[in-house]
């Protein structure tokens, strides 16, 4: 389970991306336009008190979600995305590291059929380029990751599907399957996760609020310039807490978080520290040069435009 959960936390913007963008719910005649695009900015603030200072994390995130086709005319839809996700990650008083601000730039790539009006197969791709931007970036900056989705809708209230992804970055190549649910228990309650990413549950207050709690790890890697042996930065978090959520209308929606980490890693490796195909036992292995493993509060602020 450990090292699913490495892995996971990376690949949740690719999992939400694609369960988010399963078309088969819908009726057999749509009156009126989906909506299949959106930007979803959001920002997060993480202090950490390590040897009697405070290491400040700041990240802020911009996905942009862009449908270039669509076909709702028969049973058998057909949507295509793509879009650019934006992630930054400034360090403020982290005296080991030498560099302070990382950047990462994904653009992705969708394709989902209905293979029927209760299931759907969906093809995911993602090319993400993360570092310090410092230097010339080379072919091993670039990381992939890859997906085949298989969705299944067979009522209004719930939909689930299995993810089998690839992924490859500095720490090696990986496949492993992701299960995602997304259940209206009823008219007041709803639970979506993302296993073992992400998991929420959320209480309607009004036509307009909801308030919940939410459990997740996220993940992302920078490689960054060194006057020695290549590296690469490693942001850990697994963290759970309250999320308020407010829609002012049909398109915006505003939404925060706070909660805490009860597992954190801010880690640096030598890019050479490479796992082999069938070496998940080896994940734990790799020898950090620089390692803050402090627990924090953490809070996220978020609005989302729907089109």
Not at 25 to 51: A, D, E
Not at 214 to 235: I, K, N, P, V, W
Not at 267 to 289: C, I, M, S, W, Y
Request: proline letters at 4%; aromatic letters at 12%; glycine letters at 8%.
């Amino acid at each position: 389970m450990k090292r699913i959960m490495f892995l996971t936390g990376m690949l949740l913007p690719l999992l939400g991306y694609c369960q988010n963008s399963d078309t088969t719910r819908h009726s057999r005649f749509l009156t009126t336009s989906p909506k299949l695009g959106g930007i979803n900015v959001n920002y997060l603030v993480t202090p950490i008190n390590t040897n009697g200072n405070t290491l400040t994390m700041q990240q802020p995130i911009v996905d942009i979600g862009i449908p270039v086709y669509k076909d709702f005319s028969t049973v058998h839809t057909v949507l295509i995305k793509t879009g650019i996700r934006y992630q930054g990650l400034f360090l403020s008083n982290a005296d080991e590291i030498s560099n302070a601000w990382f950047h990462s730039l994904t653009v992705p790539l969708l394709m989902n059929y209905s293979l029927s009006r209760s299931t759907s197969i969906s093809f995911i791709g993602l090319a993400t380029v993360a570092s310090d931007l410092k230097q010339n970036l080379e072919a091993g900056d670039i990381l992939y990751t890859a997906g085949v989705r298989l969705g299944f809708h067979p009522s209004n209230r719930l939909r689930y599907g299995v993810t089998l992804t690839y992924i490859s970055n500095y720490s090696g190549k990986f496949l492993l399957p992701i299960p995602d649910v997304d259940w209206t228990i009823n008219n007041k309650w709803n639970f979506t996760a993302i296993i073992p990413a992400r998991a929420t549950l959320r209480h309607k207050l009004t036509e307009a609020q909801s308030l919940g709690i939410t459990a997740g790890l996220d993940g992302s890697m920078y490689h960054f310039s060194d006057a020695g042996q290549a590296q690469y930065l490693h942001l850990r978090q697994n963290s759970a807490g309250l999320i308020y959520e407010v829609k002012l209308d049909k398109r915006w929606k505003l939404s925060m978080i706070a909660g805490r980490t009860f597992m954190q890693k801010l880690e640096t490796f030598n890019t050479d520290q490479k796992v082999p195909f069938d070496g998940f036992n080896k994940l734990n292995d790799r020898v950090a040069n620089v390692s803050y493993r402090q627990n924090s509060f953490i809070f996220q602020g978020g609005v989302n435009y729907e089109f």
